[in-house]
T-cell receptor
Framework: DAGVIQSPRHEVTEMGQEVTLRCKPI?????LFWYRQTMMRGLELLIY????????DSGMPEDRFSAKMPNASFSTLKIQPSEPRDSAVYFC????????????FGPGTRLTVT | GQQVMQIPQYQHVQEGEDFTTYCNSS?????IQWYKQRPGGHPVFLIQ?????EVKKQKRLTFQFGEAKKNSSLHITATQTTDVGTYFC??????????FGTGTRLQVFP
């Protein structure tokens, strides 16, 4: 298996622009997680899905952030409009089951908003 | 909300020295996982602890879960330069989601 796939690996955009991050989880994994990592705030859980259904989005910063999982093999995290404080590394992770199982992280998307 | 503190925040050691990082919670944990993130990389799962007082070993790494299930430690014996990275604990409080600790960044000098 190729592991969790994320695209793009790097994204540089201007403030106010829409940004879409993509994730393909490991086949057969029921859970998908979106995390954000910054020096100041560490690794934060934004939202997670179980069987394509959003379960907990309490970590989503504000209405500018939205996430979807239209099918078991694809998820998106969208920021509209983007702001400089959104600059971070965004990780997608998938898990065979909940916290009982290990999470497999993708390589991340490094987002820079100027 | 729950706090998951890791200490120390940074640790610089000479190759061959031992290293320990501690993870502390104010609330009883359901289970705890440990991850390692190399510089520029992504978190990689190391191990999971579930039982009170549990001790697990992986070569030079020893993981321990406290008797009260509120703290855990990761100990590396005789560090090597390949051990460089940030070590995170990730805890669960009987929910589906993990809460990651603040991490301990380890630097090993040859």
């Amino acid at each position: 298996d190729a592991g969790v796939i994320q695209s793009p690996r790097h994204e540089v955009t201007e403030m106010g622009q829409e940004v879409t991050l993509r994730c393909k989880p490991i086949s057969g994994h029921d859970y998908l997680f979106w995390y954000r990592q910054t020096m100041m705030r560490g690794l934060e859980l934004l939202i997670y899905f179980n069987n394509n259904v959003p379960i907990d989005d309490s970590g989503m910063p504000e209405d500018r952030f939205s996430a979807k999982m239209p099918n078991a093999s694809f998820s998106t995290l969208k920021i509209q409009p983007s702001e400089p404080r959104d600059s971070a590394v965004y990780f997608c992770a998938s898990s065979l089951s909940s916290t009982t199982y290990e999470q497999y992280f993708g390589p991340g998307t490094r987002l820079t908003v100027t | 909300g729950q706090q998951v503190m890791q200490i120390p925040q940074y640790q610089h050691v000479q190759e061959g020295e031992d290293f320990t990082t501690y993870c502390n919670s104010s609330t009883t944990l359901s289970n705890i996982q440990w991850y390692k993130q190399r510089p520029g990389g992504h978190p990689v799962f190391l191990i999971q602890l579930v039982k009170s007082g549990e001790v697990k070993k992986q070569k030079r790494l020893t993981f321990q879960f406290g008797e009260a299930k509120k703290n855990s430690s990761l100990h590396i014996t005789a560090t090597q330069t390949t051990d460089v990275g940030t070590y995170f604990c990730a805890v669960s409080y009987n929910t589906d989601k993990l809460i990651f600790g603040t991490g301990t960044r380890l630097q090993v000098f040859p």
